[in-house]
Nanobody, 125 residues
Framework: QLHLVESGGGLVQAGGSLRLSCVVS????????VGWLRQVPGKEGEGISC????????NYAYSVQGRFTISTDQDKTTAYLQMSSLMPEDTANYYC??????????????????WGQGTLVTVSS
């Protein structure tokens, strides 16, 4: 059973940067695609980035492309989301998630089996 714990959220001014971390336990990400998803209360969740275990390829939502970068550490026990040029509309609860990886990763929130508890990112204008 994979267990995910996010950290790194907080309050930041527009234009600033944050790096979210997702520590994985129970197994490593060697066999799993990892994704970052976000949700504003009252709205549907949005998959914003993922990384495929199969070939290391990445995928980004248009809303974050060029501003956010997903990565993992060498041991595949921690995933990161580096966020730059943050905007107020990036304010949300951010979750890391994982699914057994056998194809290119997807941004569909319904495809992920394991979820962290989330970390709140608030961007002030």
């Amino acid at each position: 059973q994979l267990h995910l714990v996010e950290s790194g959220g907080g309050l930041v001014q527009a234009g600033g940067s944050l790096r979210l971390s997702c520590v994985v336990s129970g197994w490593t990400l060697d066999s799993y695609d990892v994704g970052w998803l976000r949700q504003v209360p009252g709205k549907e969740g949005e998959g914003i980035s993922c990384l495929s275990r199969r070939d290391g390829s990445t995928n980004y939502a248009y809303s974050v492309q060029g501003r956010f970068t997903i990565s993992t550490d060498q041991d595949k026990t921690t995933a990161y989301l580096q966020m730059s040029s943050l905007m107020p509309e990036d304010t949300a609860n951010y979750y890391c998630a994982a699914v057994y990886g056998y194809r290119s990763c997807v941004l569909d929130v319904n495809e992920y089996d394991y979820w962290g508890q989330g970390t709140l990112v608030t961007v002030s204008s």
